[in-house]
């Protein structure tokens, strides 16, 4: 489990539960370990109205702190030569990614984004707004493409939600991912 480094693009710096986020919806400038992030995107309003997949039932767990992790080239300066060094590119802001972990058949587990998909997507004038918007993981998002419109609100119901203080834990690096293993699984339909 990755709590800070680089990750798929992004630089993370911490993971936090979904109660702490949820609760905190709508303020500006909610700390998370000394960084200050507004809550009021739509994003978190389509998250806490449900955390599953739409289609695959897979449950996002935790928030991860991240920020792109794009990185730009500058000319070393005075040595003569065409010399250069990579940074993290300026102006890319923390932000909150949602992530469930789905079971590899190696027993470790993969993180899955998890997106808010348009129902009706935006190249067939769907609106930007919350009756059209629904929880997806990105593996079934990037497998729904343009095509087809699927609305699955409160007609799939997916087994219960994880003991929350348990995945926290775990996230924490307290307990071994191995105990709760059976835990995790019942929860993914995958
Ligand atoms: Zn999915």
New binding site residues.
């Given amino acids: 489990m990755l709590f800070y480094g680089y990750h798929s693009g992004y630089q993370r710096r911490g993971v936090f539960s979904r109660e702490y986020v949820f609760n905190n919806l709508g303020r500006f400038g909610v700390n998370f370990n000394g960084d200050g992030i507004n809550l009021v995107s739509k994003r978190y309003l389509v998250f806490q109205r449900s955390v599953f997949?739409v289609?695959?039932g897979?449950e996002g767990l935790y928030f991860a702190k991240e920020r792109s992790a794009k990185r730009i080239a500058i000319q070393i300066k005075g040595t003569g030569k065409h010399r250069y060094e990579f940074r993290l590119m300026n102006g890319s802001h923390w932000h909150l990614n949602l992530y469930a972990l789905r079971r590899r058949d190696n027993g470790t587990y993969k993180e899955v984004l998890m997106t808010k998909d348009h129902i009706i997507p935006k190249s067939k004038n769907g609106e930007d707004t919350l009756s059209n918007l629904q929880t997806?993981?990105s593996?079934?998002n990037e497998n729904k493409g343009n095509k087809v419109a699927i609305d699955l609100r409160g007609i799939r119901t997916f087994g219960q939600s994880l003991d929350r203080p348990l995945v926290y834990e775990m996230l924490q690096g307290s307990l071994d991912l191995n105990e709760i293993r059976g835990t995790v699984l019942q929860s993914c339909v995958c």
Wanted: hydrophobic letters at 25%.
């Fill in positions: 997949c289609n695959c897979i997806m993981c593996t079934c």
